[in-house]
């Protein structure tokens, strides 16, 4: 059983930088690879990046290659995902999900899931 908890969004103009944070806890953590998402007002869930249990390997949406990056330390239990370059089509409510071992950019993947943290960009 893995439970994770988001923080860090907020109101941001555009330009600007975010990180998010994404604390799990259970003691396998470190077997898990995650993943963030992302759902915008009527729109449905997409995905935004993944990293895999090891931290080996990682995978982006072409909509945040170059701008996002995401990246996990394993002794402190934590995902980051640290965005850059916001603009205002990143607006959404970004979600934090774990599955075991091999990530994945299919939402319904993966088995646990955080409440999500708001990310609102200004124009």
């Known amino acids: 059983q893995v439970q994770v908890v988001e923080s860090g969004g907020g109101l941001v103009q555009a330009g600007g930088s975010l990180r998010l944070s994404c604390a799990a806890s259970?003691?396998?953590?470190?077997?898990?690879?995650m993943g963030w998402f992302r759902q915008a007002p009527g729109k449905e869930r997409e995905f935004v990046a993944a990293?895999?249990?090891?931290?080996?390997?990682?995978d982006y949406a072409d909509s945040v290659k170059g701008r996002f990056t995401i990246f996990r330390d394993h002794t402190k239990n934590t995902v980051t995902l640290q965005m850059s370059s916001l603009k205002p089509e990143d607006t959404a409510v970004y979600y934090c999900?774990?599955?075991?071992?091999?990530?994945?950019?299919?939402?319904?993947?993966?088995?646990?899931w955080g409440q999500g943290t708001q990310v609102t960009v200004s124009s």
């Open positions: 990293i895999s249990w090891s931290g080996g390997n990682t």
């Open positions: 999900a774990a599955r075991l071992y091999r990530a994945t950019m299919t939402p319904n993947e993966y088995d646990y």
């Open positions: 259970g003691r396998t953590f470190s077997s898990y690879a």
